[in-house]
């Protein structure tokens, strides 16, 4: 009777029983992650929804920093000869953006010059691409053949001034992409001429015990992207330095804008060199056919394979320790999300966060110089 009115007397003390007295100790685990999860989620859509409404400035301050983590080891090496940094600042800069400027030049000029020679090519390669449409042995009819060949230049030709009402229509687009390259540039020079007072202002907005870790994530960070861009841009120019004497000797036309292509499609992991390739295979196949087409394609797959595996591993070290598949679905995300520029920055921001990560949770500081 004294153990009941005790046990009684204890389950009056407890009270009622609350519910979450009724859920287990792991579905509360994981109901607390799942808050959690959510709530990063959200912040992070804000962020995004906030830098979409100022996209000019999220892209062009982007591709300053990249700039800038590429042209930065030139001018610690001209300052390792005594000049001192706004001077290696400023010749790095001209010397960089004058490299850039020529080679796009080049390449549009040589664009130019060529465009009446390709458009009758083309017009050549439609007529093949009838006749075998008609005559092979898929037998479609000739008004439908035309559709899609013979009739293409006659389609353009008539709306020309369409076209050319649409690109005016765009002009505060193109004013857009101008101030965005002005913006950029200024930006390049300032973060070059920097000696790391700005890094320093965004070590002191985190909080005094977090700073060490802010500042050690962030030298991490920056030496992931300098190797990223300095691995990008010399597989890049070596696989286009490649192709060319592949299609000089294949007679393809165009073969200097070719190569420039080839080069900006290698600064975006895996699709964008297959983009630049498939342009590269098409213009074969209309000037020289159906095998030059098939030659192209199998080089230009052994030499980025070569290149890139025998390469990167040399350039990169540890420094961009992504899975190949995990870069596919990087640049695929981002190509979803942002178009080609989330194609392109989408490699280089997970690689820097990991690596920002680790670091951090490996304890380094920031002075080590090992990612």
């Not at 458009?119 to 559709?147: C, M, N, S, Y």
Request: overall charge positive; hydrophobic content about 60%; charged content about 10%.
């Amino acid at each position: 009777m004294g153990e009941q009115l005790s046990r009684g007397s204890t389950a009056a003390d407890e009270g009622p029983k609350r519910p979450i007295d009724d859920v287990s100790f792991g579905v509360q685990v994981a109901a607390w992650w799942s808050i959690c999860v959510l709530l990063i989620l959200a912040a992070i859509t804000a962020l995004g929804a906030l830098l979409s409404h100022v996209y000019l400035v999220t892209v062009t301050i982007t591709i300053a920093v990249m700039l800038c983590a590429l042209l930065e080891p030139a001018v610690r090496i001209l300052r390792g000869f005594g000049l001192p940094r706004p001077l290696a600042a400023l010749l790095v800069f001209v010397l960089g953006i004058a490299a850039i400027a020529f080679l796009t030049w080049y390449a549009l000029s040589q664009i130019a010059a060529a465009k009446d020679v390709l458009i009758t090519q083309v017009q050549d390669a439609a007529d093949t691409i009838r006749h075998w449409l008609v005559h092979g042995p898929l037998h479609v009819a000739p008004a439908q053949a035309d559709k899609y060949t013979t009739n293409l230049g006659d389609t353009l030709a008539q709306n020309q001034g369409n076209i050319l009402s649409g690109v005016a229509s765009q002009a505060s687009g193109a004013l857009g992409i101008l101030s965005g390259a002005v913006l950029c540039l200024f930006a390049t020079l300032f973060m070059l001429l920097d000696n790391g007072s700005m890094w320093r202002w965004v070590v002191r907005l985190a909080p005094v015990h977090s700073r060490a870790h802010v500042a050690t994530a962030g030298a991490a960070a920056w030496r992931t992207l300098t190797a990223y861009m300095r691995s990008l841009v010399l597989l890049g120019g070596i696989n286009a330095l490649a192709m060319v004497p592949a299609m000089w000797i294949a007679g393809l036309p165009l073969v200097a804008p070719l190569a420039v292509l080839i080069f900006l499609g290698s600064l975006v992991p895996l699709i964008g060199v297959i983009v630049a390739g498939v342009i590269v295979c098409l213009i074969a196949l209309v000037t020289k056919g159906v095998a030059t087409a098939i030659v192209m394609a199998v080089v230009l797959v052994l030499i980025v394979q070569l290149f890139g595996n025998l390469l990167n591993p040399i350039i990169l070290g540890k420094a961009v320790d992504l899975h190949p598949l995990a870069i596919l679905v990087t640049v695929t995300a981002g190509t979803l999300l942002a178009g080609a520029f989330g194609a392109f920055v989408g490699v280089p921001l997970v690689a820097v966060l990991n690596n920002g990560v680790k670091a951090i949770r490996n304890g380094r500081s920031p002075d080590s110089q090992e990612v």
